[in-house]
């Protein structure tokens, strides 16, 4: 190993993508899927634990990179978000500029967020370790 890591060339089957659009609607926030939005290795129940947008995937792997993108929509209001975890599922935590953490437990803050545009855009990169027998 050098200090690019073990993994500095992996491709193909090795690097599993999973990604999709979260909006947040009025029942709660819900994996938009439609002919131009589309997900992949996200379970479709989605929950809010501590405040936070919490993600399951659809299995464990190390992780690589993980991204939340809020939208146009989202941004225009000052929105940000952070994202953690990766291996198994992952959290994300929205700012609210001149605000702070936005908890999106609190129905006062989760209408910051809300709308019928209001989408996060997530992709986790992970790396799906090959086994030799």
């Not at 019928?116 to 992970?126: A, I, K, P, R």
Request: charged content about 15%; hydrophobic content about 40%; glycine content about 12%.
């Amino acid at each position: 190993m050098d200090e690019l890591g073990d993994n500095r060339h992996a491709t193909g089957p090795a690097v599993v993508v999973r990604g999709g659009c979260v909006r947040f609607g009025a029942e709660g926030p819900y994996l938009h899927t439609n002919d131009s939005h589309q997900s992949i290795g996200i379970v479709p129940t989605l929950t809010i634990v501590s405040g936070m947008l919490h993600v399951d995937l659809d299995e464990p792997l190390p992780v690589v990179s993980v991204v939340a993108h809020p939208d146009e929509t989202l941004t225009a209001r000052g929105i940000s978000a952070g994202i953690s975890g990766g291996v198994g599922f992952v959290n994300v935590r929205f700012h609210l500029a001149g605000h702070g953490p936005l908890y999106l437990n609190q129905p006062a803050h989760y209408e910051k967020v809300r709308g019928d545009l209001s989408n996060v855009w997530l992709t986790v990169l992970s790396l799906r370790q090959e086994t030799t027998p």
